[in-house]
């Protein structure tokens, strides 16, 4: 057509594609796997911590192994809801923010977050999560380093987490150094050893997929 601009047609941008369910849910697991296997080896528990406490996390991680996200994550449920009883040795923070108490009903405006937008609702659960696993990483680090694990080679995943939450938030460069710490911890850390008779577990193996792609919340 005579006169038309001599240029290529506009494309609608397109966003990015979000990562599979079943790809989070490996992801939420493994972030949830690596503070708890430390929470359960603190010195606070004087050797061995109750079975109660160690076979969830042994079913979780055994889950995980063969590729079953959906139970790992409901053994790692039922780890946060014991930790909570008043039973067990309270845990220091940032640790005791993976308890989960059962609290009574309540009417949807007792959360005051509750007539928040759904996505900004989402974006500050999003941050508060982000937030204790940078601290949950950065505690675990500390008691390994004073357990004769060595970790030099994580502090720099650590650091650069934490520049990059100071910048970006949640971004895709602070999960990759987040998971990187995760996964080598659960490689170097014994599992707890349970009071009682000990259950074997097989060894921890980092999923193909979070090697990956590890960096994706």
């Given at each position: 057509?005579?006169?038309?601009?001599?240029?290529?047609?506009?494309?609608?941008?397109?966003?990015?594609?979000?990562?599979?369910?079943?790809?989070v849910l490996e992801r939420k697991v493994l972030r949830r796997l690596g503070p708890s296997r430390i929470a359960l080896r603190l010195?606070?528990?004087?050797?061995?911590?109750?079975?109660?406490?160690?076979?969830?996390?042994?079913?979780?991680?055994?889950?995980?192994?063969?590729?079953?996200?959906?139970?790992?994550?409901?053994?790692?449920?039922?780890?946060?809801?014991?930790?909570?009883?008043?039973?067990?040795?309270?845990?220091?923070?940032?640790?005791?923010?993976?308890?989960?108490?059962?609290?009574?009903?309540?009417?949807?405006?007792?959360?005051?977050?509750?007539?928040?937008?759904?996505?900004?609702?989402?974006?500050?659960?999003?941050?508060?999560?982000?937030?204790?696993?940078?601290?949950?990483?950065?505690?675990?680090?500390?008691?390994?380093?004073?357990?004769?694990?060595?970790?030099?080679?994580?502090?720099?995943?650590?650091?650069?987490?934490?520049?990059?939450?100071?910048?970006?938030?949640?971004?895709?460069?602070?999960?990759?150094?987040?998971?990187?710490?995760?996964?080598?911890?659960?490689?170097?850390?014994?599992?707890?050893?349970?009071?009682?008779?000990?259950?074997?577990?097989?060894?921890?193996?980092?999923?193909?997929?979070?090697?990956?792609?590890?960096?994706?919340?």
């Amino acid at each position: 057509m005579p006169g038309a601009p001599n240029r290529p047609p506009e494309t609608a941008a397109t966003a990015p594609t979000p990562p599979p369910k079943e790809l989070v849910l490996e992801r939420k697991v493994l972030r949830r796997l690596g503070p708890s296997r430390i929470a359960l080896r603190l010195d606070l528990w004087k050797g061995s911590p109750s079975r109660e406490l160690v076979d969830p996390l042994l079913r979780a991680e055994e889950k995980y192994a063969k590729g079953e996200n959906r139970d790992a994550d409901s053994a790692l449920d039922q780890l946060s809801v014991r930790f909570a009883e008043p039973r067990w040795p309270s845990l220091p923070i940032p640790f005791r923010n993976l308890r989960v108490s059962i609290p009574q009903p309540q009417p949807p405006h007792y959360d005051p977050e509750n007539a928040l937008p759904p996505a900004e609702r989402d974006a500050r659960k999003a941050h508060r999560d982000a937030e204790l696993q940078l601290a949950l990483a950065r505690a675990s680090l500390e008691w390994a380093g004073g357990h004769a694990v060595d970790v030099a080679d994580l502090l720099p995943h650590l650091a650069a987490s934490a520049t990059a939450f100071a910048s970006e938030g949640a971004s895709e460069t602070f999960w990759s150094g987040i998971d990187a710490v995760w996964i080598a911890l659960r490689e170097r850390v014994p599992m707890p050893t349970a009071s009682g008779a000990p259950r074997a577990v097989p060894a921890p193996e980092a999923s193909a997929a979070v090697d990956a792609v590890a960096g994706d919340p």
